[in-house]
């Protein structure tokens, strides 16, 4: 491997390792809004879960992953694992 190969590389992988610290970062603050809206939830007795919601949110992300030029099953699928884990938090909220 070239040196001008190697540096683009370290380059580009350093793009990647402050993508991902973004990333990291706006997944805490998605969540400790999601955290505010299980304690609503919880404190009105409403069900953790809301699948109206859900299902606009995956149309709406799908259509924002195609806008993007990424692949809506992948970004379906990434927002399907993290409504998984919003409702596993929720459901935690109703116990506390």
Known sequence: MTDDIRADLNEMRSSIDNIDAALVHLLAERFKCTKRVGRLKAEHDLPPADPERERQQIERLRRLALDADLDPAFAEKFLNFIIDEVIR????????
Request: hydrophobic fraction near 25%; charge should be negative.
């Open 89 to 96: 938090h929720h459901e935690a909220a109703r116990e506390e």
